[in-house]
């Protein structure tokens, strides 16, 4: 079994000051992590993926994740917030090792930027 | 690449009616997905496809909903009869399958389906 906790609904950060969205997972098998990113009425964009290589990975946008298998987290970062960055942010875990291909989202992080 | 296509963009449709929404993968990817967004349930897989065979379907609600790859480049997710609470957004998504490895899914825009 497979689950993904993003601590916060909501995040509100001024521009140009560091972003954190926080991700913790659960999965049987070593997982494959993903952020996507949904703009108001638009699908969704992938923002970054994990698949067992580096640990800390690096996105579009200026955007990266730390895979912290001690502490089953994935934490998305930007070190500093632009206006464009407004939008929901999904955590999605998926298992390697299953064969099964379904991706397990979070429940999304709002993110504000104010100006 | 035009990247997956989704027709309609917005549906509105009568309570008791069929409606059928229709995906385009991305060409060359062996596995399309189709889920379901709402406010209270958030992001749901409804079935996924491999090489044009339903592989899981798990998530289809009930009877009403039904879908169907006839060839690599065009999937259908139909809903018959349709009701209210089938109001959502549903997204269409493809990807590369290749042995056991995860490869990252590409969305389409979503259809906004509104059953009054």
């Known amino acids: 079994a497979q689950s993904v906790t993003q601590l916060d609904s909501h995040v509100s950060v001024s521009e140009g000051t560091p972003v954190l969205l926080r991700c913790n997972y659960s999965?049987?098998?070593?997982?494959?992590l993903f952020w996507y990113v949904q703009h108001p009425n638009k699908g969704l964009q992938l923002l970054l993926k994990y698949t067992s290589a580096a640990t800390l990975v690096k996105g579009i946008n200026g955007f990266e994740a730390e895979f912290k298998k001690s502490e089953t987290s994935f934490h998305l970062t930007k070190p500093s917030a632009h206006m464009s960055d407004a939008a929901e942010y999904f955590c999605v875990v998926s298992p390697m090792d299953t064969g099964r291909r379904a991706l397990t989202f979070g429940s999304g992080t709002r993110l504000q930027v104010q100006p | 690449d035009a990247g997956v296509i989704q027709s309609p963009r917005h549906e509105v449709t009568e309570m008791g009616q069929e409606v059928t929404l229709r995906c385009k993968p991305i060409s060359g990817h062996n596995s399309l997905f189709w889920y379901r967004q709402t406010m209270m349930r958030g992001l749901e897989l409804l079935i996924y496809?491999?090489?044009?065979?339903?592989?899981?379907d798990s998530g289809m609600p009930e009877d009403r909903f039904s879908a169907k790859m006839p060839n690599a480049s065009f999937s259908t997710l139909k809903i018959q009869p349709s009701e209210p609470r089938d109001s959502a957004v549903y997204f269409c998504?493809?990807?590369?399958?290749?042995?056991?490895?995860?490869?990252?899914?590409?969305f389409g825009p979503g259809t906004r389906l509104t059953v009054t």
């Open positions: 999965s049987s098998y070593s997982p494959s």
């Open positions: 998504a493809s990807s590369l399958e290749s042995g056991p490895l995860t490869y990252e899914q590409y």
């Open positions: 496809f491999n090489n044009n065979v339903p592989i899981d």
